[in-house]
């Protein structure tokens, strides 16, 4: 039996307004296995009507009491955690383990972070910065957030994008991606039991509902995270109303790995870097870049692990990544193999794994340029490349010359080298000795074409936040 999906709007589920649905396939199979709303303005308008009613009382909620829903939210979670990684792993084929302990419980965690940040908000300390007049800060929710996640993680950026903004005391309107709609619907389930109506709403959709959600002129603040294109039309439409717009995009990290690198660490934590969600991570290891003098044994060791990595079905405990995303996803990273040039060298993988569902061989490619496709563009998928390099400048000329700027990881035992690479690379985050590991205390986000604003940590917090300036006289 087929499962149906509805919208969350102003604490009720309900269908498009107009009864148009899409289909939701399971990555596992390429097979049809629920339908979900095709939303249009009409409930756009009801979701953004319904979170800007409901956002002057819990904007005018204390801290505190902001606190305690969050950590009631995150409990909720946490009692329903098989709910919730049977939900996700249907929509995404993710290995049911690596659900729960890799996504699903750092999840709960960055809610009670948020729940703890609600009571932590810091400014300038008020004072007299003029003779006879005091000045006081005051941070303040933005308002009506309108907020769009990915597939690649659809109930962990669900939480990076929800919990900062009702923390803050903002009202949300959610929208997951097309083909991953179920965890978002199942939290909106979740919150419905704590949050007052209207604070949280979700509504499903395709682009261009998220488009019209972005262009509404309610929300005051746009956070998607996306493709780069996806970022550039959202920041365009922003424009027009001068929305604020928080954006997480697209990556290219390097790995820089130097000579006197313990090189079976490296390969070790590069092919969970590169692989874990079949690469379909921002901040994957997509591109190993390895000293010359280390260069091919490391190529060796690092495609025999990639041989050595299984990718399947999500109740299997062994594979470390499950099925791409979708049909498209699949075409894409086939694409980039089927157009590599001819000083290429698939080393491991390179290929699709059986003729059901979307699933693709661990791979890795060497012989590559800085100006090859592959290196320049953004996969998506389990495929890493491996440049070699003569010295340390070229390792940051090659390292930062992509147009993403998200992430990147340096590898060596020399202190000085790693502090000057971590000062040199143009990434928002530079990883020593090691990969892909992230906090909730600390901020994740890109510069360049990877977008600009942070998710988690205090500075995500402040994000969902506006400061205004309050002066008063000391006269009589």
Not at 39 to 59: C, E, N
Not at 210 to 222: D, I, K, L, Q, S
Not at 424 to 429: A, R, V
Request: hydrophobic share 45%; proline share 5%; aromatic share 8%.
């Amino acid at each position: 039996m087929s499962t149906t999906f509805r919208n969350y709007i102003d604490g009720a589920f309900a269908d498009a307004s107009d009864g148009r649905t899409l289909d939701v396939v399971d990555p596992t199979t390429g097979e049809v296995y629920a339908t979900s709303p095709l939303s249009g303005p009409a409930d756009v308008d009801a979701a953004m009507a319904a979170a800007a009613a409901a956002f002057p009382g819990w904007r005018d909620t204390t801290p505190s009491v902001r606190q305690r829903a969050l950590l009631k939210i995150a409990d909720a979670m946490e009692a329903r955690a098989d709910d919730l990684v049977a939900a996700e792993s249907r929509d995404t084929g993710k290995p049911l383990h690596l659900l729960r302990s890799d996504e699903l419980a750092p999840a709960i965690d960055q809610v009670r972070f948020f729940a703890g940040a609600a009571r932590m908000l810091e400014g300038r300390s008020a004072g007299e910065y003029m003779e006879g007049l005091t000045s006081i800060i005051r941070r303040e929710p933005v308002g009506v957030c309108a907020q769009v996640a990915p597939w690649n993680y659809p109930l962990l950026m669900a939480v990076w994008k929800f919990a900062p903004a009702l923390a803050a005391g903002n009202a949300v309107v959610l929208k997951p991606s097309d083909t991953t709609p179920a965890s978002t619907v199942l939290i909106a389930e979740i919150i419905g039991e704590i949050l007052p109506k209207g604070v949280f709403n979700v509504v499903c959709g395709d682009r261009e509902t998220g488009r019209a959600m972005v262009e509404h002129p309610t929300p005051a603040m746009a956070s998607i995270t996306g493709s780069v294109r996806a970022g550039m039309q959202v920041a365009e439409s922003a424009a027009k109303d001068v929305k604020r717009v928080h954006l997480e995009l697209g990556g290219k990290a390097p790995a820089v790995v130097f000579e006197d690198a313990d090189l079976a660490k490296a390969v070790d934590d590069l092919v969970v870097g590169g692989f874990f969600n079949a690469g379909q991570d921002c901040t994957a290891a997509t591109r190993v870049l390895v000293h010359e003098s280390v260069h091919d044994e490391f190529v060796s060791a690092l495609a025999k692990a990639a041989a050595d990595t299984k990718t399947g079905l999500p109740d299997d405990g062994d594979v470390l990544y499950g099925p791409l995303n979708n049909a498209n996803q699949l075409a894409q990273v086939t694409g980039f193999i089927e157009r590599l040039p001819g000083h290429a060298k698939v080393e491991a993988g390179g290929h699709r794994v059986g003729d059901k569902g979307y699933f693709y061989a661990p791979t890795v490619v060497s012989g590559l340029r800085q100006d090859d496709e592959i290196v320049q563009q953004e996969v998506f998928g389990p495929v890493m490349t491996v440049q070699s390099f003569t010295d340390e400048a070229q390792a940051v000329e090659y390292a930062n010359g992509v147009e993403y700027a998200l992430a990147s990881s340096v590898w060596t035992k020399d202190h000085a080298r790693a502090m000057r690479m971590s000062k040199n690379l143009d990434f928002g985050c530079v990883w020593i000795n090691t990969h892909m590991a992230l906090v909730a205390e600390m901020p994740h986000g890109g510069f360049k074409k990877s977008g600009y604003g942070k998710d988690l940590s205090a500075y995500g917090f402040e994000d969902y936040t506006r400061i205004k300036h309050v002066m008063t006289s000391l006269d009589d």
